[in-house]
């Protein structure tokens, strides 16, 4: 009856254009809410449904308010940040806001102990002392346009490789189409699992630099501990700033280039947020799989999930015991350690969240419907979907699960056994392009390898090595050992292996690339480590990776299949696409939530919640003289709450994952009131089951924000260059 109220209102606006969206609203009668929240929508087609459901929701925009290709829009305030995360640009000084956990290694690359920005955070006093970041690089999006059309076009009754051949010469075709200027990029990208497809033209920025950061005892506050959990107290921001040339255009760096000219920034609200509050969130979802079978998800939990969890946990164990023991080995891992332990406490969530929400048997109950419906119906094509999906993950669950051992193990964790593996890519070089090209790679690899080892500690690494490789073992070995012997025989090898080999230090890896080639290539060949890391560099690419994409494949295939039926099975749901790094938005509301019986969430956290978890020396909830002394002062200028305390974080129901780190979060009016940062541990599941019960994103307060960056910082020249507005009073 609920949908079928919505369903109406869509009738009202086909049949009466001339009716405003607050007309719509306001004849509403009981709309669900919860119904509304979820999804991860494209952004140049949200007039209707979404228009109108964010309206309800308590949204004053409109669709081309947030996108708009013919006037500057809110869209035009959004940038990808150096790939992975999402910035917005909120001065028209091209001052950008992001998190501290994305600027973290442009931070620390600047960092020494003498100058260690990562403890005393960095404010540059002027745009002379800004820091620029080579390699850096944000990401516009100019314009989204929906070509399935296009792109299937004499497609109907190929497949296989001719289908590829005829779809891509499609791609180039609609590419061509378009006039792109000397630093736009056009790309044609899947969505819906190959259902559909978009025409998206990007714009390339290059010369970032940093403006601004706290100390990471408040950009990072409550660490590892804290990470997806609820109450939150971190002030994850960093400021950047975007540079042009004298043309506005984008430009390598230059003492020459001028602050960057925006079409768009937002203006940051000093009003707060309360319960029930509209929230939008724009950005760059990474991925998501929310039309995954039971199947699947069973395997997540009961199979893929605890594996990955067991060896990132040994991992951190023996990192975390040498950061806590010594300063400089501290600094070198902080980010390293961060990025292994984030995902490792995602999973656990992850896992949890899914068993909480009965989300495997809530799958198999739709699978039941949508097979009676297929029977009933007479859809002979999707008679076998769900059969088909049983077969293929079985043999999927073990190669992955044989892929994700080594991706942890080789890859991931050991440093050592990762610099092995570059370098067999690196001997591949030599065998398939010639000198030339592995004499320009040697260089490069060189010059990259200085990064490596500054931040590299063979001790660590060694006890890692024997730990994860004893798992690694113990696991696929086919020659029977006890336990104690295994463990042994790894910690031997390790011994060996990092006392032999050229590879532990920057100076041994140069004294083997450095020569004529030949030489190159057989001292590479002689080194204890590299033997041991062609060994499993070479299982990957014979075995492990061509069997994961096979399987694969099969999977994708009927998951494209299955996409298209269930949008044909069950015509009046709604179906958004999956994530897949494309500029998205997704709204909700701030609201508390339930996570266990009798414990009730409220959805705003307090400075008060710092000064109560605040260890002294504590590398996770140290808290400096400074911001205590603010703190017992009641020093919060224009910034506290109307009950005279100062907000920090705050959560919503907005549907995010990662990519949508940094993404801002906008009011009713289109007004920066937060910063996204994480989500709640147990709703991480959302990348496959979104529960508006207890998926929450957690956000820093623009108030924080501001308080940190003027009460703490001193940096009221930024505040200057921002436009504050307070649209509630």
């Known amino acids: 009856m609920k949908f079928l109220k919505l369903f109406l209102f869509i009738a009202v ?15 509403a009668q009981e709309p669900n809410l919860k119904e509304m929240q979820g999804g991860m929508w494209v952004p140049s087609e949200l007039e209707g449904m979404n228009e109108m459901e964010m309206q309800i929701l308590g949204s004053k925009l409109s669709a081309k308010d947030i996108y708009d290709t013919d006037a500057p829009s809110i869209k035009d305030a959004i940038v990808q940040f150096n790939g992975g995360c999402t910035a917005e640009i909120i001065s028209g000084q091209g001052l950008i806001l992001t998190n501290h956990h994305c600027g973290y290694g442009a931070i620390q690359s600047h960092s020494s102990v003498e100058n260690d920005y990562l403890t005393d955070g960095f404010w540059a006093k002027d745009l002379s002392k800004e820091l620029p970041n080579p390699g850096m690089v944000v990401t516009f999006v100019v314009s989204m346009e929906n070509v399935t059309e296009q792109i299937l076009t004499g497609t109907e009754s190929l497949m296989g490789p001719e289908l590829e051949k005829v779809m891509q010469a499609n791609r180039e075709k609609v590419k061509k189409q378009y006039n792109l200027s000397r630093d736009q990029k056009a790309v044609v990208k899947s969505f819906d699992h190959g259902n559909q497809f978009y025409l998206i033209v990007t714009e390339d920025y290059k010369d970032i630099r940093l403006v601004g950061a706290p100390p990471s005892s408040i950009g990072k506050f409550g660490a590892d501990t804290d990470n997806w959990m609820w109450p939150r107290h971190s002030g994850d921001f960093s400021l950047f700033r975007i540079y042009a040339d004298k043309n506005n255009n984008p430009a390598e760096y230059s003492e020459d280039n001028v602050p960057y000219k925006p079409k768009h920034f937002l203006p940051v609200s000093t009003d707060g947020v309360a319960e029930g509050d509209f929230t939008l969130v724009f950005g760059f979802p990474g991925r998501t799989d929310e039309y995954l079978p039971a199947v699947a998800i069973d395997q997540i939990v009961n ?11 040994a991992s951190l164990a023996i990192m975390d015991k040498y950061m806590r023991s010594d300063e400089k080995i501290k600094i070198q891992y902080a980010s390293k350690f961060a990025g292994i332990a984030n995902y ?32 009933e ?11 088909d999906f049983d077969k293929l993950y079985q043999e999927y669950g073990e190669v992955t699960q044989a892929r994700d051992y080594w991706i942890e193990v080789i890859y991931r964790n050991v440093e050592l056994l990762n610099l092995t593996f570059q370098l067999y890519q690196l001997e591949r070089v030599f065998e398939q392009k010639g000198q030339e090209a592995f004499d320009q790679e040697k260089t490069t690899f060189l010059k990259r390898a200085k990064g490596f080892y500054k931040n590299y500690n063979p001790q660590v690494d060694q006890e890692i090595f024997a730990k ?14 006890s336990e104690q012997g295994r463990k042994e025989k790894w910690k031997n090898e390790a011994a060996k292996i990092y006392k032999n080999s050229k590879l ?26 590299y ?9 990957f690419y014979n075995e492990l990776n061509p069997a994961y994409y096979t399987s694969k494949d099969k999977i994708d295939a009927l998951q494209k299949t299955y996409s298209k039926a269930m949008q044909e099975v069950f015509p009046n749901r709604r179906f958004f696409p999956d994530a897949n790094s494309t500029l998205r938005l997704t709204y909700g509301q701030v609201k508390g939530y ?8 409220m959805p705003v956290s307090y400075l008060d919640g710092v000064i109560e978890k605040y260890v002294p020396g504590d590398y996770e909830f140290d808290v400096s003289e400074k911001l205590q002394e603010l703190y017992h002062k009641k020093d919060f200028g224009n910034y506290a709450d109307t009950n005279a305390k100062m907000p920090v974080d705050f959560i919503g129901t907005n549907h995010t994952t990662g990519g949508n780190s940094g993404s801002p979060v906008l009011d009713a009016y289109g007004n920066l009131i937060g910063l996204n940062f994480d989500r709640v541990w147990e709703g991480t599941m959302s990348d496959y089951n979104y529960d508006a019960d207890i998926c929450r994103n957690i956000m820093v307060d623009a108030r924080y924000i501001l308080f940190i960056i003027d009460k703490y910082a001193g940096a009221t020249h930024l505040i200057d260059e921002m436009t504050l507005v307070n649209p509630k009073k």
């Open 303 to 313: 199979k893929l999930n605890p594996d990955k969890i067991a060896l990132r946990e």
């Open 594 to 601: 339930e996570p266990r019986d009798g414990v009730y969430y």
């Open 504 to 529: 532990t230090t920057y100076e041994g890896l140069e004294s083997i690339l450095n020569g004529n080639n030949k030489n190159v290539l057989q001292e590479l060949n002689k080194d204890a480590a």
């Open 13 to 27: 606006i086909s049949l009466s254009a001339c009716k405003t969206a607050q007309n719509i609203v306001e004849q």
């Open 531 to 539: 033997q041991l890391g062609e060994s499993y560099a070479e299982k």
């Open 377 to 387: 119906e007479g859809l002979v094509e999707y008679q076998n979907l769900l059969a």
């Open 344 to 375: 490792w406490k995602k999973w656990i969530g992850e896992s949890q969240g899914l068993t909480q929400t009965n989300a495997i048997e809530k799958k198999r109950a739709q699978e039941v419907e949508f097979q009676k419906i297929v029977n």
């Open 468 to 481: 994860l490789m004893y798992m690694y073992d113990a696991k696929y070995a086919t020659t029977k050992i």
